[in-house]
């Protein structure tokens, strides 16, 4: 049985990959399609991969309303570089693999980054590594295998760009005002949001307790993505203390991609400009990287 716990660390073989995401096996495209879709299930990309020395690590679907969409719906994948399995310190980059065969998606590729010390799986933003779609009529699963390796090639210098993350020291203004504007990436404002900045930015362990950007980006992306953060000390206008309920975990697979990519493309304003005021990374924040 696969241990959600170990999620990332181990390669998936094909019989947890059914457990966990079903549709990437689905035998045969969803009955609306039209007569131009060149249906090729998911799971003969992923052994495609595997021969090209890629291993599945992480899989999930999407959650749907309609039963009919059942065994078709959008699903994502993460895989691994074989060579990167034996790896425990630092981070790895990953492909994001994401597909339907539903009409919902085309076959998407993006690149992720896999931090061992906390589990934390990332998406890069566009602006980063673009993401490369491919749309399912007249498809040709090389294209999935060229453009995996195009992320083979620039590996080198995505490991510069997290050592540029890890060298961007933080004041104090800069990375509340950094945790200010993750938090109206998620919510549309601060007085919509269920927590303060000091609250989205609370690291977990002594690793991330460094003021850089690496440290900040991890933090806020761990904690969106995992909810459970509460915040007692908000208060009212009145200056009346006001629980306002506890952040919740991120499950769609859409906002995943949506909020990582934003998450990530808001670091890369802070990385590559001079120190900004929080009035700016919220005004950024309203208008990039929300849809």
């Not at 094909?14 to 457990?19: F, K, P, S």
């Not at 009919?68 to 790896?87: E, P, S, Y």
């Not at 090389?142 to 090639?153: G, M, N, T």
């Not at 510069?160 to 005002?177: F, I, M, N």
């Amino acid at each position: 049985m696969f241990n959600a716990k170990l999620a990332g660390h181990h390669e998936i073989d094909n019989h947890q990959l059914r457990a966990l995401a079903p549709s990437i096996f689905a035998g045969q495209a969803h009955a609306k399609v039209s007569d131009r879709y060149s249906f090729l299930p998911t799971s003969e990309v992923v052994d495609g991969l595997r021969a090209e020395g890629w291993a599945p690590v992480w899989a999930g679907e999407q959650r749907i309303r309609l039963s009919d969409r059942k065994g078709f719906q959008k699903h994502m994948l993460r895989l691994a570089r074989v060579d990167d399995l034996h790896r425990t310190q630092a981070e790895r980059p990953e492909l994001v693999l994401v597909n339907s065969h539903d009409r919902s998606s085309a076959y998407q590729l993006h690149a992720g980054i896999f931090r061992f010390v906390c589990s934390n799986g990332m998406i890069l933003a566009d602006s980063v590594f673009a993401r490369i779609s491919i749309m399912h009529v007249n498809f040709d699963p090389a294209k999935i295998i060229e453009a995996s390796f195009k992320l083979v090639r620039e590996m080198p210098a995505i490991a510069d760009l997290l050592e540029g993350y890890k060298d961007r020291q933080l004041s104090t203004v800069e990375r509340r005002a950094f945790g200010e504007a993750a938090l109206i990436l998620k919510y549309s404002s601060l007085e919509k949001a269920p927590v303060g900045a000091e609250k989205i930015l609370a690291h977990r362990r002594s690793e991330d307790a460094r003021p850089t950007l690496w440290n900040a980006l991890n933090t806020v992306q761990e904690n969106m993505m995992d909810g459970g953060q509460k915040d007692y000390g908000r208060r009212r206008p009145e200056n009346r203390r006001r629980f306002f309920g506890k952040t919740r975990p991120v499950k769609g697979l859409d906002e995943n991609v949506r909020l990582n990519k934003a998450l990530w493309h808001l670091a890369e304003t802070l990385r590559t400009s001079e120190p900004l005021t929080a009035d700016h990374m919220r005004d950024h924040a309203e208008v990039s990287g929300v849809n």
